[in-house]
């Protein structure tokens, strides 16, 4: 009974997690989490929960006025772009339409941010 009590209790705080972002816990593997100042600039969000998942999506908050956005984990030998000012201005560009760097390329190459070490 407690084994599953503590499963149900496991499961729950997934689908809140997951309805919490909107995202589903496969897509939470690939996506990551960063934060992007006024210029475009991105720096890495400040997770303070440990979590087994590297990207530790929905405990991450940004501390200074930047915006924390979602972006795609740089996987598979993708490397994030160079940080250059038409880069930082593609980056405010895309996620004025929906807040996130997900599905966003620049120069052909996905817009991409390095998964978190644990």
Do not use: H, W
């Not at 729950?12 to 100042?37: I, K, P, Q, W």
């Not at 760097?101 to 070490?117: A, H, I």
């Amino acid at each position: 009974m407690r084994i599953l009590l503590a499963s149900a209790a496991l499961l729950l705080a997934a689908a809140c997690t997951t309805s919490e972002t909107g995202m589903g816990v496969a897509e939470m593997e690939t996506v990551g989490n960063a934060c992007v100042d006024t210029s475009g600039y991105m720096e890495p969000a400040i997770c303070s929960v440990k979590v087994p998942s590297k990207n530790a999506m929905g405990f991450c908050q940004c501390t200074s006025v930047a915006q924390k956005i979602d972006a795609p984990l740089c996987l598979g030998g993708d490397k994030q772009p160079t940080d250059t000012s038409d880069y930082r201005q593609a980056v405010l560009a895309a996620i004025r339409g929906d807040g996130s760097l997900v599905g966003d390329s620049y120069n052909g190459k996905p817009m991409c941010v390095p998964p978190r070490q644990t």
